[in-house]
């Protein structure tokens, strides 16, 4: 029988961590925030930001939200994130992605301060995931993914295969994995042979946002499937690159899309506005 990773279980238990955490940062008279920058009224968009608020408020944590029209300029987004960056409660800015079409994407997301890039989308940041060093925190979601496999204590010395290499999973988990000195084999829209390179893994860890590219006969027997592609319909539902239903049975652990990463991934960048909001509290003592 296929176990499925109970991504909310492992949520809750980190959730719980962060709220003794900010507790004791009350207590010192530090109350963080997290500031998330929308440009549009995007449906997917704003789902995600509810989910995100919701976890936040559970564990104490507030989130506003800045609200810009569709057609905001560039030079605006970027003068509202620099004056963010000098406020001093603020522990960690998001731009929510995707940004509409006309928007220099890399551009604002530059605009953010390191030291508060909570989601690691900085050219800074994504810089130190590569070399491996100086690295303040992850990025959320393939730190989400490493997590799953530590508490389930997936041994990563056997084959893994990644499916994807996308700016916010792929290409930063294939950073991290590489700085654990791990070995991996990686597939793209350009791989041929995906179903002869998926029966060969141990590990595969797939995040395109292709729903049912796996399916049952592209899995090895006894081996681990995380699912981390997302894509949405217009009814509301999330479906994951994996057709669960032929992977059950045959895979022997499966974090399927919704209820695996994706909870997880939320707790890690909760995480992580935390931790810059604890910094902020050490530096403040050293004064």
Known sequence: ????????????????????????????????????????????SLNYIRIKQKR????GLKVDLKSFPEDVAASELVAAIRGLNQEQNVCGILVQLPLPG???A???????SPDLDVDCLTTVNKQKLVTGKEIKFFPPAPAAILKLLEEYKV?????????GSGELVGRPLAAMLLNRGLSFEVANRHTDNLSQLAVKADVLITAVGKPDLIIGSMVKKGSVIIDAGT???????I?????SDSVLNKARLFAPVPGGV????VAMLLGNGVKVASSRLRSQREI
Not at 106 to 112: G, S
Not at 231 to 237: C, E, V
Not at 239 to 243: F, L, N, Q, S, T
């Open 1 to 44: 029988m296929t176990e499925i990773i109970n991504g909310k279980k492992i949520a809750d238990k980190i959730l719980g961590q962060l709220k003794k955490e900010l507790s004791q940062l009350n207590t010192a008279g530090l109350f963080p925030r997290l500031v998330v920058i929308l440009a549009g009224q995007n449906p997917a």
């Open 56 to 59: 936040a408020q559970e564990i």
């Open 102 to 104: 006309n928007l220099p």
């Open 106 to 112: 890399q551009e604002i997301l530059d605009a953010v």
């Open 155 to 163: 041994d990563l010395k056997g084959h893994i295969l990644l499916v």
């Open 231 to 237: 894509t949405g319909s217009a009814n509301g539902d």
């Open 239 to 243: 479906k994951g690159d994996v057709e």
């Open 262 to 265: 994706g909870p997880v991934t």
